[in-house]
């Protein structure tokens, strides 16, 4: 019989929690989680599933028009934000409710409330009970980052964006990042005005630079207003209504609310790290080695609080390998980080695997790179001069595909069965002899020459 109340204690309900909490579960541990908001995190609460669905919601915009040139007669079209707002909440709840029943089915127990670190093998509820455990795992998350500026209250975060009780108007989105071009797309296609601000003179650092400006001038093309190089230096309520935004970089600017998506800082506050003596990076996050083990050897940490991908399904798949390494009768695994995609779901979405033409350039030197720059055939039809935008990357030497990037409708959807093939280090060879599949965009990856 253990020493300790249980095998496994988790801080944190959301996807990387969950899953190491039921695994290890269902392989024997004994295991408790505390969440202090609500089971499900950031993705299921307030991220990816409510966003994804904001995003289907605001896709009817374009369909609706477009379905006019194919025979339909819509005549009458109102959008309705609390109808949307309430459904996807609704929707949420029984996510929740799901996560929930997944727990108590595979035995976890779950304790609604923070929980801090008080020792290598124990933590303290907010309730006030001390309890023990042989592993600590942290699972905690990110929160969204905001800058000390005068009426900085007044802005809102994709925490509250969810929730809004009316769909302003105009809207300024603070930053350059997924979830700034995610929500800038929504926020048009609902009909407000949208003005993007950003530090730098760019959007989506990082991604390929041919996607990022195709996005960039589709965006323009839509209506959606970007100021490069600017910021807010505060908000303050303006006379007749809406916020007056005191800008670097631009003019003054009037709107009714402001996003803040500026990245995302990792949860520490508060867990009793410092008296453990955990290490933290210069980011603010928990510093794990390939086991997710902390300097502590009962502490781990798992998902967006290390702040290495911070994308659900790394944590996932950390929150997997902690469990089958910690609690299973399998040999240790460690999760590989190389080829993992990515998909920004902005109007149209982009997707991405791999190296980017830039990286490769750098990286390998000698690289082939392949494109198709072609508007989708229900994009001619319905008279939508938007082209989409598919690449490859080529290693010369080997054939070997080194990343694959697209922009335009269902690219995500697309991209996941391409990124088997790059994670496989298949070539382009391998995509030559590949019967095209007519007629659909994703013939487009076995057609470039
Ligand atoms: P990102 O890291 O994607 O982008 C942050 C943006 O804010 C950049 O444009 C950056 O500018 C700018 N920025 C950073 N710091 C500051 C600052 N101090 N002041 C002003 N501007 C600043 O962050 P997001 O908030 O959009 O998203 C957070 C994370 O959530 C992402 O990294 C991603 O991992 C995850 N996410 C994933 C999604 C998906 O998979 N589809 C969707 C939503 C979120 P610069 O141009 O200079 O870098």
Redesign the pocket.
């Known amino acids: 019989m253990s020493r300790y109340d249980y095998d496994l204690f988790v801080i944190g309900a959301g996807s990387g929690g969950v899953r190491a909490s039921r695994v290890s579960a269902a392989h024997g541990a004994r295991v408790a989680v505390a969440e202090e908001y609500r089971v499900g995190g950031t993705c299921v609460i307030r991220?990816?599933v409510p966003?994804k669905l904001l995003v289907y919601g605001a896709h009817f915009a374009e369909d609706l028009n477009d379905a006019a040139m194919f025979g339909w007669d819509v005549p009458t079209k109102r959008f309705d934000w609390p109808i949307l707002r309430d459904h996807v909440q609704a929707e949420v709840k029984r996510l929740e409710g799901l996560y929930n029943e997944t727990l108590k089915s595979n035995k976890v127990e779950t304790f609604l409330e923070r929980a801090t670190i008080t020792g290598p093998n124990e933590v303290r509820l907010a309730s006030g009970s001390t309890l023990s455990a042989g592993k600590i795992l942290i699972a905690t998350g990110?929160r969204?980052?905001l800058?000390e500026i005068p009426g900085i209250e007044h802005a809102i975060t994709?925490n509250e964006v969810f929730h809004l009780k009316k769909m302003p108007k105009r809207i300024v989105i603070?930053?350059?990042?997924?979830?700034?071009?995610?929500f800038a797309g929504v926020f048009h296609q609902f009909g407000a005005h949208v003005t993007l601000v950003?530090?730098?003179d760019?959007?989506?650092?990082g991604y390929d630079e041919s996607m990022r400006d195709r996005l960039l001038q589709i965006s323009i093309a839509k209506g959606i207003d970007f100021k490069f190089i600017s910021?807010i230096e505060a908000i303050a309520r303006a006379e007749h209504g809406g916020l007056q935004l005191t800008m670097a970089g631009c003019d003054d600017i009037v709107v009714d609310e402001v996003l803040y998506?500026?990245?995302?800082k990792p949860n520490i506050e508060g867990l009793g790290l410092e008296s453990l003596g955990i290490t933290i990076g210069e980011r603010g996050e928990i510093k794990v080695d390939s086991a997710a083990r902390t300097n502590v050897p009962s502490v781990f940490a798992i998902g967006?609080v290390t702040d290495r991908?911070?994308?659900?399904p790394v944590a996932i798949r950390e929150g997997q390998a902690f469990a089958d390494t910690q609690f299973g009768d399998k040999p240790p695994f460690e999760v590989d980080y190389d080829c993992v995609p990515?998909?920004?779901?902005s109007h149209p979405p982009i997707a991405g695997v791999g190296m980017t033409e830039g990286e490769a350039r750098n990286r390998l030197g000698s690289i082939k790179v392949f494109t198709s720059d072609f508007r989708a055939m229900k994009n001619v039809m319905a008279g939508r001069n938007e082209r989409s935008l598919y690449k490859m990357v080529v290693e010369e030497a080997s054939d070997r595909i080194v990343g694959i990037h697209m922009i335009g409708p269902d690219a995500p959807e697309i991209l996941q069965a391409a990124a088997i093939a790059v994670k496989a280090r298949l070539t382009k060879a391998d995509f030559d002899a590949t019967v095209a599949l007519h007629p659909t965009m994703a013939e487009e990856l076995v057609l470039m020459r």
């Open positions: 991220g990816c966003k990110a969204p980052f800058p994709s603070v930053g350059g990042g997924y979830i700034a071009n995610e950003n530090r730098s760019t959007i989506l650092r910021s998506a500026v990245g995302r967006d991908i911070q994308l659900t990515n998909a920004v779901f």
